[in-house]
């Protein structure tokens, strides 16, 4: 694989990496189409998929993910992502059609960075991904700069 100067890694120019997860080749379509034209996106099927594409050396800036898939289901991949030294770091922010309260706060508690609903604002969708890519990259320039 040839990559371009803007796709080298560390240049300022180079499209931020989103992992998608959602079993919904619908939803994975439409965040496609919305998110592609700002961000590289990697959609997969689910959290087992999303932890084999993380450890071939994988690291994304932003992982979007659904709650309920199937073999690796959202609670299980962010448990798992969020122990790992490796990946701990990577935001997360998780889409769901669930309307009870109590697993948007056990999704929070386990370190996702925000949990929005389905059906979604597409543009709001696009701003806080944004927001959260913004807040990590801060992170990054803060730890390395110490």
């Known amino acids: 694989m040839i ?8 240049n300022p120019l180079a499209k931020k990496t989103l992992l998608v997860l959602d079993d ?30 993380l450890y071939e050396g994988n690291i994304p800036d932003m992982i979007l993910l659904d709650v309920n898939m199937p073999r690796l289901n959202g609670l299980e991949f962010i448990q798992a992502i969020k122990s790992s030294g490796f ?11 669930e309307r009870d309260s109590t697993v948007e706060q056990t999704f929070l508690l386990q370190g996702a960075a925000d949990f929005l609903r389905k059906p979604f604002n597409p543009e709001h969708i696009l701003q806080q991904v944004g927001h959260h890519i913004s807040l990590s990259s801060q992170k990054t320039i ?3 700069s110490k």
């Open 3 to 10: 990559l371009t100067e803007a796709q080298l890694p560390g």
């Open 142 to 144: 803060h730890t390395v």
């Open 87 to 97: 990946f701990r770091t990577i935001p997360v922010m998780v889409l769901s059609a």
């Open 24 to 53: 919904d080749s619908s939803i994975q379509f439409l965040l496609n189409a919305l998110l592609a034209p700002h961000y590289a996106v990697v959609g997969l099927a689910d959290g087992l998929e999303g932890m084999s594409w």
